[in-house]
């Protein structure tokens, strides 16, 4: 008897859930939400201390979260609202709040600044969203920290 009363309060709740990317109601972003977010020094959520994390947050509310180290992960998504609250949700249907606070944005358990442009691989990882539409993850981009090095010869 206890479970279905739960089950109905929650239902009842108001909740709403997002169950498929295409559900989600893509939403322009508020200006403070707007722009290139990067983590700003090393982070525990993120693999390394050498990692950087960010979020690149369009006027039309499209996303891309973008992670890289030794290799790069964007994952494009869109700005929606969820309840009060907003929140970004990716094309594999992950869905992360998004909150300001002081010019600090905090978002998958990340601090970001907002800063001008964002990284050169993730501004490439943004021109293969545009390429490929439908890929719910890009990860060929090499970064720039594992390009070869080229030594010139001694003679």
């Given at each position: 008897m206890k479970k279905w009363m739960l089950l109905a309060a929650i239902g009842l709740s108001g909740c709403a859930q997002i169950t498929s990317y295409d559900s989600a109601v893509k939403t322009p972003a508020p200006q403070e939400l707007k722009g290139n977010w990067q983590t700003v020094g090393p982070q525990s959520k993120l693999i390394s201390r050498q990692a950087i994390g960010?979020?690149?947050?369009?006027?039309?509310?499209?996303?891309?979260?973008?992670?890289?180290?030794?290799?790069?992960?964007?994952?494009?998504?869109?700005?929606?609202r969820l309840g009060d609250e907003w929140v970004n949700v990716t094309r594999q249907v992950r869905v992360m709040p998004i909150t300001l606070n002081n010019g600090e944005l905090r978002y998958d358990g990340l601090r970001m600044r907002k800063i001008d442009r964002p990284t050169v691989e993730c501004?490439?990882?943004?021109?293969?969203?545009?390429?490929?539409?439908?890929?719910?993850?890009?990860?060929?981009?090499?970064?720039?920290?594992?390009?070869?090095?080229?030594?010139?010869?001694?003679?």
């Amino acid at each position: 008897m206890k479970k279905w009363m739960l089950l109905a309060a929650i239902g009842l709740s108001g909740c709403a859930q997002i169950t498929s990317y295409d559900s989600a109601v893509k939403t322009p972003a508020p200006q403070e939400l707007k722009g290139n977010w990067q983590t700003v020094g090393p982070q525990s959520k993120l693999i390394s201390r050498q990692a950087i994390g960010s979020l690149i947050i369009g006027a039309e509310g499209d996303t891309l979260d973008c992670r890289q180290w030794q290799r790069v992960i964007a994952k494009p998504g869109k700005l929606t609202r969820l309840g009060d609250e907003w929140v970004n949700v990716t094309r594999q249907v992950r869905v992360m709040p998004i909150t300001l606070n002081n010019g600090e944005l905090r978002y998958d358990g990340l601090r970001m600044r907002k800063i001008d442009r964002p990284t050169v691989e993730c501004q490439q990882a943004l021109k293969e969203v545009a390429k490929r539409p439908n890929e719910a993850v890009i990860q060929n981009i090499q970064p720039e920290i594992m390009e070869p090095v080229s030594v010139p010869s001694q003679k």
